[in-house]
């Protein structure tokens, strides 16, 4: 027995020896070999130059300031007073800096395993740097490196769309080398989403150094890969144009066309990314974060909101393949519906109600009931089924980061959500935009596309990547011809039609422009109205936050659709009255600087024939409605 015990530990004791020896002799000789390496030869990355953002016109959306970094000498001593004396010597040069911070990432990062120099200083301006170039670069304690620091011309103006730059963290650099040797990333909009290209490829030198460091010869040189540029169809003509057109109200614009190039995108209020791009105050960072119209949101893509009456074209096409007949058939509006038994009422926007309304009067007039009746006949489910298919509910696929998906609510989405059944009181609120229904902005621009051409587009806003251009998206979505046909038709009435709910703002001799433009108006509420509630307060009347959302979406020309623009006001109250002047001068805006070409003026019988034919039949009663009709405040 003990014979055995002596032989185990005789057997453990070689085991032990010999793996050791196997880690010692092999397996860190990898370690070893590239330790002595690194005694002789020093890889130094040369840092790429970041790629530009151009607009459509040239412009410089985002561009690289020259200058340079101070970095100093390893190992300076802090009790001999090496460190403090070489901090003083760049005071000297720069009285600005900030000597407290030069030490404190002096030494962070300094190492008796360092040997090489720490930068304590990021970025000189090169106007500011060239005064004193020459006498700091004969100090042997500082080194001097060419720097580029990332500014944005525009500002506010585009901050959304291009983005901005900043210091990377760890995580960030983890994920890709450049980044980590840079030290700064995209963080949001373009800058963010496009930033593997833009950010461009390290390149190194590889030289032999002796045992201090200094440079014997190169061995190897690779040059970096750098400004990859980006050219978007944004133009920032049209983008001040809007931003100032907004006079600071908190509102998104799109100005897209229907294949999907976006040539305006407006997210108000908004702020400046160059406050980012060195790191941003306390102070700044507060009154960004206090500003209750949140202008760090990209409200574009990032926000969510009730869409309110615009998404009744959609609910229509929907009942249009619900069954043969449905969509045809005409409703009978007094003002409000119940269900069942309940004697709960469903209201119209108008307490006078619409009488007898068939599709395209539904749009013109933004009859409420009308939307009621049809989606108890097909049900949630084949209305979000429809909606999610024509862009609503989705996301749109646009090139920005972290897009919102919204929510197009059905009976399998409440249940998983909310554990609980669907009821049929929240169909007939969802089919007029209302309850669970939530979309982006730029959702409605895509789905107005569609409506308008019967493609639903990818919005995109790269128009050359690296001096390739890029291609637009579209998928044809076939619904029936006739019924599309009366969509756009109840459009065209909004803004052209006496009894269309843009038809103070947007008419043609109002807006003065020499072709049609179709639309649809939304007030989304935020608030529910009390039953007991007879007579509605005024959307004016309303303190701020419990006014309505505004909307309106268009398309122009009508009969050749070449631009979508899509205006959402918060807390604007209606859509026609709010956010349709907006859209008028847009279209103005746009029809003098040449991007819509000049159509003649439609002759009278031409007009009238555009607003009134296949109109339904008058009655008395109707006449009376459209008499109570002139009296109300139209969504």
């Excluded at 860190?28 to 030869?41: C, G, P, Q, R």
């Excluded at 730029?442 to 001096?467: C, D, S, V, W």
């Excluded at 859209?583 to 009278?604: T, V």
């Amino acid at each position: 027995m003990r014979l055995k015990i002596i032989l185990l530990i005789f057997a453990l004791f070689w085991g032990v020896l010999i793996v050791r020896l196997y880690h010692i002799s092999i397996k860190s000789n990898f370690y070893y070999e590239k330790l002595a390496k690194e005694n002789v030869e020093r890889k130094s990355y040369l840092k790429p130059v970041r790629g530009e953002i151009l607009d459509a016109k040239g412009n410089y959306l985002a561009v690289n300031r020259i200058g340079f970094s101070l970095s100093l000498a390893p190992h300076l001593s802090i009790k001999k007073g090496q460190l403090k004396q070489a901090i003083e010597t760049l005071r000297e040069y720069f009285p600005d800096i900030n000597a407290t911070v030069m030490e404190r990432v002096y030494r962070r990062y300094s190492s008796p395993y360092n040997h090489r120099f720490i930068k304590v200083i990021e970025f000189v301006p090169y106007n500011q740097m060239m005064r004193y170039y020459a006498q700091l670069s004969m100090l042997p304690m500082v080194k001097i490196e060419a720097e580029t620091k990332r500014y944005y011309p525009y500002g506010r103006y585009a901050a959304h769309v291009v983005g901005y730059v900043g210091r990377s963290n760890r995580k960030e650099n983890a994920a890709d080398p450049v980044t980590a040797k840079v030290g700064r990333t995209g963080k949001s909009g373009l800058e963010l989403y496009y930033n593997r290209l833009l950010e461009g490829e390290l390149g190194y030198v590889i030289s032999k150094v002796d045992a201090r460091n200094r440079e014997l010869s190169v061995l190897d040189r690779k040059e970096p890969i750098s400004n990859r540029s980006l050219k978007i169809h944004l133009d920032m003509d049209l983008q001040k144009y809007i931003y100032d057109l907004l006079e600071n109200k908190p509102a998104v614009v799109i100005v897209m066309r229907p294949s999907g190039e976006v040539l305006a995108a407006v997210s108000n209020p908004s702020f400046d990314p160059n406050l980012f791009v060195g790191g941003i105050s306390v102070k700044d960072w507060k009154a960004l974060q206090n500003n209750l119209g949140h202008p760090f949101t990209n409200k574009l893509i990032n926000a969510v909101y009730p869409p309110g009456s615009v998404i009744k074209m959609g609910v229509a096409l929907a009942a249009s393949r619900a069954g043969k007949g449905i969509l045809d058939e005409h409703e009978y509006c007094k003002g409000y519906i119940t269900i069942d038994k309940s004697k709960h009422k469903f209201r119209c926007w108008s307490k006078w109600g619409h009488g007898d309304v068939d599709l395209r009067k539904s749009i013109r007039e933004s009859c409420d009931v009308y939307y009621y009746d049809k989606s108890l006949k097909i049900g949630i489910d084949k209305i979000a089924k429809t909606l999610r298919q024509i862009g609503l509910g989705v996301k749109t696929g646009i090139d920005l980061p972290r897009e919102y998906r919204g929510i197009i609510p059905d009976k399998a989405w409440k249940r998983k959500r909310y554990h609980q059944p669907w009821y049929k009181g929240e169909t007939v609120i969802a089919a007029i935009g209302q309850g669970y229904d939530n979309i982006t902005p730029m959702q409605i621009a895509r789905y107005t596309a569609f409506l308008a051409t019967g493609k639903l587009p990818t919005p995109i806003l790269a128009a050359e990547i690296n001096g390739k251009k890029v291609k637009p998206r579209r998928i044809k979505i076939p619904f029936n011809p006739y019924h599309m046909s009366l969509i756009r038709q109840g459009m065209i009435d909004v803004c052209n039609d006496r009894r269309g709910t843009a038809y103070k703002t947007m008419n043609q001799k109002k807006t003065g422009l020499p072709f049609l433009i179709a639309a649809k108006t939304g007030t989304a509420q935020v608030v529910s109205i009390p039953q007991d509630v007879k007579k509605r307060v005024k959307e004016e009347d309303l303190a701020y936050f419990k006014k309505s959302h505004a909307w309106i979406t268009t398309y122009a020309p009508a009969k050749k659709p070449e631009y979508i623009i899509t205006v959402l006001v918060e807390h604007g109250g209606h859509g026609g009255s709010a956010a349709g002047p907006i859209a008028a001068q847009i279209y103005r805006w746009l029809y003098l600087h040449g991007y819509i070409r000049a159509y003649p003026p439609p002759k009278p019988s031409e007009e009238q024939n555009a607003t009134s034919d296949k109109m339904p039949a008058e009655t008395p009663a109707l006449r009376m409605d459209q008499t109570g009709l002139a009296k109300q405040k139209v969504p």
